[in-house]
């Protein structure tokens, strides 16, 4: 077996402990940044959807900022965003390399992605709903924590899917600045040094950490859908 | 001494100069106890005046009183106190799809501080009281309308409400499910003395039902009263309107302007529409007439229907002989309202 894998991916054979680190490395973020990223995302989507016009918390200029913001970070290439926010890394967690480094610039950009995937997920939910939750004397509090967030599960559970799915892929962007995992492993064996099969290998994996997370939020959605 | 009192309420959408006059200085008062039809075509504003009634809208003008509250004089954490004695059903159900039968029952006993065990037991008595014991575990998805909206009765009762709003509650019903609806809900307004609103555009129902009822028009309320005398003796052309919905009196005009053979009159004939007032019972004075004044009366349309124990109706027929203005005459006398449509 071991012949046979040296024979098809013989440099992927050569640094197995390097390609574990850098798996690692990926999970890390992945797990790190996506925790947070639903800790965040989740409120900064309610809140969004909540404070429109005609929303249960109306409120113009939180709505505009919170608004704004997600336009912005939404509209910068993740490339980009991990390089202009180094800075500000070194100065909230004092490094800008590593998977340390990575945690704000993934969250910047994953944080308001979820953020318009919950505001469009809570938007499914038919104002009927809510209005009968407010003729029953149900809290804004209650109508988005019983009515909302209950309601749209299934939509909420496919933009965490989504989400994650891209924040896999913006890792392996973060991994081209310095960040480690495989996107790092990928490009400085598989692209640099032309040892194909590092490549082919990481992105199999990918592959399937993505069918994993794909699978898990389609579950969940249907589960959740009655 | 009223259970919902509306005085001089408005509501406006938009500015004071170019919004819409949804509702324009309404004033009602309804007894504890009574069904209260609120009638109208759509775009009228009846579903925004129920609105105002526990203020899912709030009026731009007015007061609305609930059980002896002024509601809109309450801040928000009060009024959600208050909202919880005022139970509300809708046209679309409005049940929660990811949860039970049973979950959507419960759903208003939150926080009401019965234990697990209670809110059961309630949820039960609730069920059985709609008629759907056995369908606690269902989801809404695997309900017909008609038992969605008995899910949503008995959600709407749960928390013991002395009010009961429903906002077009039948119209996405068919006639025979809706006539079990409201047969439901005269039930529940006859065992425990809940004060039932309904809002309605179909005669159909407030016939079925209502005590009394109100005919609202471009965001006005512009008739008033028992049902029997509102519809005995309507007041204004969308009254008669409304009547004429459930009536075929009115087809002779179509036929008389058509020249249908139906309707020639031979000289000394007459057609009238005939409307039968209170306190008469409307076949036997035809019969009287007949004798009397030996005048044949051949009926071409008749429609009589029993409201409050009393008939209401009548019916267009061709009068001929000798008499017949006099007949005519004797009738009047009789309480009974006579149109002359045709002379021969």
């Known amino acids: 077996m071991a012949e046979f894998l040296s024979s098809i991916i013989p440099n992927v054979m050569d640094k197995p402990e390097q390609l574990w680190q850098a798996f690692v490395e990926t999970i890390q973020m992945v797990g790190i940044g996506g925790v947070i990223s639903l800790?965040?995302?989740?409120?900064?989507?309610?809140?969004?959807?909540?404070?429109?016009?005609?929303?249960?918390?109306?409120?113009?200029?939180?709505?505009?900022?919170?608004g704004k913001i997600c336009d912005v970070f939404r509209s910068i290439p993740f490339i980009l965003l991990a390089i202009l926010l180094i800075g500000l890394s070194r100065l909230i967690l004092g490094t800008g390399i590593g998977v340390k480094g990575a945690?704000?610039?993934?969250?910047?950009?994953?944080?308001?992605?979820?953020?318009?995937?919950?505001?469009?997920?809570?938007?499914?939910?038919?104002?009927?709903?809510?209005?009968?939750?407010?003729a029953m004397g149900c809290s804004p509090w209650e109508i988005i924590w019983r009515i909302y967030l209950k309601e749209a599960i299934p939509g909420i559970a496919r933009g965490v899917t989504i989400t994650l799915i891209s924040l896999i892929n913006f890792t392996a962007v973060a991994g081209a600045v310095g960040a480690g995992g495989l996107g790092n492993f990928a490009i400085s064996y598989g692209s640099n040094r032309r040892q194909t099969d590092i490549a082919v290998v990481v992105v199999i994996i990918i592959v399937i950490m993505v069918s994993i997370i794909q699978a898990i939020g389609s579950t969940v959605a249907k589960k959740a859908t009655h | 001494m009223f259970m919902i009192r509306l005085?001089?309420?408005?509501?406006?959408?938009?500015?004071?100069?170019?919004?819409?006059h949804a509702v324009r200085d309404v004033t009602l008062h309804i007894a504890p106890g009574e069904i209260f039809g609120i009638i109208g075509y759509s775009g009228a504003g009846k579903s925004t005046l129920v609105r105002c009634i526990n203020l899912l809208e709030k009026p731009t003008a007015g007061t609305v009183t609930v059980d002896g509250q002024e509601l809109t004089r309450m801040p928000g954490r009060e009024l959600r106190t208050v909202r919880r004695k005022i139970g509300m059903i809708f046209q679309q159900f409005n049940l929660m799809p990811s949860r039970t039968v049973a979950e959507n029952?419960?759903?208003?006993?939150?926080?009401?501080?019965?234990?697990?065990?209670?809110?059961?037991?309630?949820v039960k008595e609730l069920l059985e009281l709609v008629g759907l014991p056995d369908k606690a575990g269902s989801y809404p998805s695997q309900l017909s309308g008609g038992q969605k909206q008995r899910v949503a009765i008995a959600r709407a009762l749960a928390s013991g409400?002395?009010?009961?709003?429903?906002?077009?509650?039948?119209?996405?019903?068919?006639?025979?499910?809706?006539?079990?609806?409201?047969?439901?809900?005269?039930?529940?307004?006859?065992k425990t003395g809940i004060t039932v609103v309904i809002i309605t555009h179909e005669m159909a129902?407030?016939?079925?039902?209502?005590?009394?009822?109100?005919?609202?028009?471009?965001?006005?309320?512009?008739?008033?009263?028992?049902?029997?005398?509102?519809?005995?003796?309507?007041?204004?052309?969308?009254?008669?309107?409304?009547?004429?919905?459930?009536?075929?009196?009115?087809?002779?005009?179509?036929?008389?302007?058509?020249?249908?053979?139906?309707?020639?009159?031979?000289?000394?004939?007459?057609?009238?529409?005939?409307?039968?007032?209170?306190?008469?019972?409307?076949?036997?004075?035809?019969s009287q007439v007949s004798r009397k004044f030996e005048v044949d009366v051949s009926i071409l349309y008749s429609n009589v229907e029993i409201l409050g124990s009393q008939p209401l109706g009548g019916l267009v027929a061709r009068l001929s002989g000798e008499q017949v203005s006099q007949a005519v005459e004797y009738l009047s006398q009789q309480n009974v309202v006579v149109e002359v449509l045709k002379r021969g």
């Open chain 2, 161 to 190: 409400p002395k009010v009961l709003l429903c906002d077009e509650a039948t119209s996405a019903l068919d006639p025979q499910t809706t006539q079990s609806i409201l047969r439901l809900i005269k039930d529940i307004n006859q």
């Open chain 1, 39 to 66: 800790l965040l995302g989740i409120p900064f989507g309610v809140l969004l959807f909540t404070t429109k016009p005609g929303g249960i918390l109306e409120n113009r200029p939180v709505h505009f900022i919170l």
């Open chain 1, 103 to 134: 945690v704000i610039p993934l969250l910047c950009a994953t944080i308001p992605y979820l953020g318009r995937q919950v505001e469009g997920a809570l938007a499914e939910v038919p104002d009927g709903l809510v209005e009968a939750a407010l």
């Open chain 2, 7 to 20: 005085d001089h309420v408005s509501k406006t959408f938009g500015g004071e100069d170019t919004g819409v």
């Open chain 2, 105 to 122: 029952v419960a759903f208003p006993l939150k926080g009401s501080g019965l234990s697990k065990e209670a809110t059961a037991a309630k």
């Open chain 2, 205 to 286: 129902v407030v016939k079925e039902v209502c005590h009394r009822v109100a005919v609202m028009d471009s965001g006005l309320v512009v008739e008033e009263g028992s049902v029997y005398d509102v519809f005995s003796n309507p007041q204004q052309p969308v009254t008669r309107s409304f009547i004429a919905t459930t009536s075929n009196l009115g087809k002779i005009e179509q036929l008389i302007a058509a020249g249908d053979p139906m309707v020639e009159l031979e000289p000394g004939q007459i057609i009238a529409r005939l409307n039968y007032g209170q306190g008469n019972v409307g076949e036997a004075t035809i």
